[in-house]
């Protein structure tokens, strides 16, 4: 299936709140898939939430620095 996948990665400086945003549509057979083979091997933690509309939302904690995935399917 096709998504968009947006990934945010949160600034943890106190002085900066901007965030690093990575936006690309893609061919993603499994979403819990795509960020289990992006965790491995990293110390990380995944909350995932599903929404009506077949959006996937993942927040991550990597080491330490939080990150989001969003899988918005593309029609």
Known sequence: MKYEVVRE?????DLNKMRDIF????EVEDPDAYVKE?????DASVEDVS???GT???Y??????RQKFTFTPVN
């Open 23 to 26: 936006i690309e549509e893609k």
């Open 60 to 65: 991550l904690n990597v080491s330490g620095m």
């Open 9 to 13: 990665i949160f600034n943890m400086c």
């Open 56 to 58: 996937r939302i993942y």
């Open 38 to 42: 992006y965790c491995e091997g990293k």
């Open 51 to 53: 929404k009506t509309d």
